[in-house]
Structures are given as C-alpha cells and as structure tokens.
T-cell receptor, first 112, second 109 residues
Framework: NAGVTQTPKFQVLKTGQSMTLQCAQD?????MSWYRQDPGMGLRLIHY???????DQGEVPNGYNVSRSTTEDFPLRLLSAAPSQTSVYFC???????????FGPGTRLTVL | KNEVEQSPQNLTAQEGEFITINCSYS?????LHWLQQHPGGGIVSLFM???GKKKHGRLIATINIQEKHSSLHITASHPRDSAVYIC???????????FGTGTSLTVIP
C-alpha cells in the first residue's frame, strides 16, 4: 500500500493563479482532510470529507474548494492564490473520524 | 484562542535522559492524539488515547480527562527521537481536530 500520497511536493505560484493539490489514499478510508501548517501555529483544518460526495468546512476554508467524487481522491483547489496561502499543506485520512489519522508527505506552496 | 497548549516549546536533552512533554486542552474531547514530525516534514501518529495510559516501546502516553491534560514520556532518549512532537485533540462536538504548536525535541549524543 502506498498510504496517503500528495502531489506536487513543491509548488510556486504567482498571486491570482489557480491550482489543485492532489491527495489520494489506497486504504479505503472514508474520512479525509486537508490541513495547513504555518510557522508558530498548529496544523489547521481547511476542509474535510466523511465519505464520497460529502465535504464540509474546517477552521480556515476561505480561498479553498474541495470535492470528493471517489473514496480514494480528495483534491484541494486554490481558486485565486494569495501570498497568505503560502504554507505547507498536509492531507490525511482515517477509516473514520474516530480512528488514527495517516498523513501524506505534504506539499510546500509558495505564492509570490 | 488556543484550544491546545503544549510545553515546553523547545527541549534539549542528553542521550539517555527521561523526557516529558505536556499537553493541556480546553475543549471537550473524544480522543487525544500524539504525533511525531521529523525534520523531513512527514507526520506519523504515535498514540491515540481517550483514557489512562498507552505504551509503545520507549514511549508512554498518559491522559487525565478530568484535568484536561496529557503527557508524552520518552524513556532512555536517543538522537533518533529528535523531532517535533504534536498534541492534537478530537472534539466531541462536530468533526474538528485542534492541534498544539508542537514541542521541538533535540537529543544530543
């Protein structure tokens, strides 16, 4: 099993550009989530999904969209990148909300 | 507002020392997680607990639900234990996780 995979590992964007961060898991997990990690702050939840077709907002959802068309994939879309979205993004999955989370390797995003 | 507070923020220890990292939280929880983040950035789950104590090798995690406090202990610390240790709590209302800012541990040979 590959576990949780994320692409790309690094990305540089200009302000106003859009892009999609990819996340996939091969563990048949229902619960998937996106976090951002900024210096001096804990991980913060952006969006999460409790199953295919179901998504909801976390603590910091503004500027991001998600969709969950399959159990395996949970892409995160930046609609119009801003410098404040410079961060490291982690995707995580678990069999359900109540179980251990498995994290992807992260995507380091810089918005100029 | 910080729902999860960790102490200390930074910790340097000599190899072999006993280490304690503390976590306090202010929300009602259904579980508490301890995570390890290595310098390369990857995050690994160490423990998930909702009561009492758990032990994996040299790592021990305890939780006191009444006091809203958890501790992570490392016995006979080793340089490979050098990492950031993160406490996270799963809220018992809604699908929300709250994370501490982490404790950066350096173990010197």
């Amino acid at each position: 099993n590959a576990g949780v995979t994320q692409t790309p590992k690094f990305q540089v964007l200009k302000t106003g550009q859009s892009m999609t961060l990819q996340c996939a898991q091969d563990m048949n997990h229902e619960y998937m989530s996106w976090y951002r990690q900024d210096p001096g702050m804990g991980l913060r939840l952006i969006h999460y999904s409790v199953g295919a077709g179901i998504t909801d907002q976390g603590e910091v959802p503004n500027g991001y969209n998600v969709s969950r068309s399959t159990t395996e994939d949970f892409p995160l879309r930046l609609l119009s990148a801003a410098p404040s979205q410079t961060s490291v993004y982690f995707c995580a999955s678990s069999s359900d909300y109540y179980n251990e989370q498995f994290f992807g390797p992260g995507t380091r995003l810089t918005v100029l | 507002k910080n729902e999860v507070e960790q102490s200390p923020q930074n910790l340097t220890a000599q190899e072999g020392e006993f280490i304690t990292i503390n976590c306090s939280y202010s929300v009602g929880i259904s579980a508490l997680h301890w995570l390890q983040q290595h310098p390369g950035g990857g995050i690994v789950s160490l423990f998930m607990l909702s009561s009492g104590k758990k032990k994996h090798g040299r790592l021990i995690a305890t939780i006191n639900i009444q006091e809203k406090h958890s501790s992570l202990h490392i016995t006979a610390s080793h340089p490979r234990d050098s990492a950031v240790y993160i406490c996270a709590v799963r809220s018992n209302t809604g699908n929300q996780f709250y994370f501490g800012t982490g404790t950066s541990l350096t173990v010197i040979p």
